[in-house]
């Protein structure tokens, strides 16, 4: 079984300080993917970043980057110079290695809440 | 190119009752999966479907289920509903298996 753990609940940050989200996850798959969603107060969910397990490089995407570990399977998410709007639920997803299948298994999620 | 629309948008319905919810997936995907979301449990997965086949279900009783038409647009229906079934429920379109999924803005039910 997939299983995904997000272990800060909130998180309290000032503008223009990065920021990191943790997430580790557990799988005996070989091949997976980890992803991360923002979700502002509204409820829709926006992809922010994909990183693959076979992927040599951290993935980045603008201010976004994951830090893949995979010995420690940990995909932490770096957020750099915050923003206002960076505040939101931030959920780390993981689909497993099971061909075309689409199952995302999400963790609980962190609270990000950027100050001025 | 206009992103996962899901009406309605919020909906309130009685114990008993059943409700379907529809999801039109951005133009071009084939793919559509359905979450549920709820403060005690977070976002669990519903179904998936691709070129109107049900490829994988979750853990949820037979009361949900679900279809895909020929368009791409999916619908899900849950009957007998529970005050349990309050929720959001988020569908997301993708272009192709194995690609990151692009999510709607939810329908938010309420049952009482």
């Known amino acids: 079984a997939q299983k995904i753990t997000q272990t800060q609940p909130g998180m309290f940050v000032q503008e223009k300080e990065a920021v990191t989200l943790d997430c580790t996850y557990d799988?005996?798959?070989?091949?997976?993917?980890l992803f991360w969603y923002k979700q502002p107060s509204s409820g829709e969910m926006i992809f922010l970043i994909y990183q693959g397990s076979y992927d040599e490089q951290n993935a980045t995407e603008g201010r976004y980057s994951l830090n893949f570990q995979k010995a420690r399977k940990s995909a932490n998410l770096v957020i750099s110079a915050s923003q206002l709007g960076d505040s939101a639920m931030y959920f780390c997803?993981?689909?497993?290695?099971?061909?075309?299948?689409?199952?995302?298994?999400f963790g609980q999620g962190t609270r990000l809440t950027i100050n001025p | 190119k206009a992103g996962v629309t899901q009406t309605p948008r919020y909906l309130i319905k009685t114990r008993g009752q059943q409700v379907t919810l529809s999801c039109s997936p951005i133009s071009g995907h084939r793919s559509v999966s359905w979450y549920q979301q709820t403060p005690g449990q977070g976002l669990q997965f519903l179904f998936e479907y691709f070129s109107e086949t049900q490829r994988n279900k979750g853990n949820f009783p037979g009361r949900f289920s679900g279809r895909q038409f020929s368009n791409s647009r999916s619908e899900m229906n849950v009957s007998t509903l529970e005050l349990g079934d309050s929720a959001l429920y988020l569908c997301a379109s993708s272009p192709r298996l194995d690609y990151e999924q692009y999510f709607g803005p939810g329908t938010r039910l309420t049952v009482t």
């Open positions: 799988t005996s798959d070989q091949s997976y993917g």
């Open positions: 997803a993981m689909r497993g290695a099971i061909q075309g299948a689409q199952k995302l298994v």
